[in-house]
């Protein structure tokens, strides 16, 4: 899910920072170019950790700077299809939840909470037959369904980043904790 990338790319240094120490410069362009960035073979850059190694600096003609070429690595992000993760309920909405997964929000429709009919009732989801509950606050452990980075118009619109689609119908997935699945399986150990 989290990962450190080592990436490359062109630095420039202005003629008013040519006194300043090349590897902070090009850290400073890094960071501003890239954190908060969807990279499709990356994932969601989150930090620039720091440059590795810098080029000779090189000065093309027409321009009064001089160009470096940077390797530095980036903290990133991506969650993967078939990923188990944990996260808590951001929101209960009318056709399922929001989950705060990392720096991101995932989504878990409300035909994949489970093996049951869920109703929305006074802000919670609630199972017809089951009685299980899913409400704002509460952990839920899920498996990635699918993960779609940004859309060119949606970003403008200010939809997210990147959408995680996320299920619980698995055994063994679900609400985490009271009523959950440490709850039913402490019962089932309790019986024996």
Do not use: W
């Not at 027409?62 to 993760?85: G, M, N, Q």
């Amino acid at each position: 899910m989290y990962y450190v990338v080592e990436m490359s790319d062109v630095a420039r240094l202005p003629p008013q920072m040519i006194g300043r120490d090349p590897a902070e410069v090009a850290e400073e362009q890094m960071r501003s170019k890239y954190v908060g960035r969807y990279l499709e073979d990356a994932g969601l850059v989150l930090e620039v950790l720091g440059v590795k190694s810098l080029s000779p600096g090189r000065v093309i003609i027409s321009s009064p700077s001089i160009y470096y070429r940077v390797d530095f690595e980036a903290l990133t992000f991506l969650p993967k299809r078939e990923e188990v993760i944990e996260g808590e309920i951001k929101a209960v909405l009318d056709y399922g939840a929001m989950v705060t997964i990392g720096p991101i929000d995932g989504f878990i429709h409300i035909s994949q909470l489970g093996d049951d009919v869920f109703v929305l009732r006074s802000g919670v989801l609630q199972g017809r037959r089951t009685k299980m509950t899913f409400r704002r606050g509460d952990v839920v452990r899920a498996k990635v369904s699918s993960v779609s980075g940004p859309r060119p118009a949606g970003v403008l619109r200010g939809e997210p980043i990147v959408k995680v689609a996320l299920n619980c119908r698995t055994p063994g997935l679900g609400k985490v904790g009271e009523g959950g699945l440490e709850g039913a399986e402490a019962k089932g150990v309790q019986e024996m």
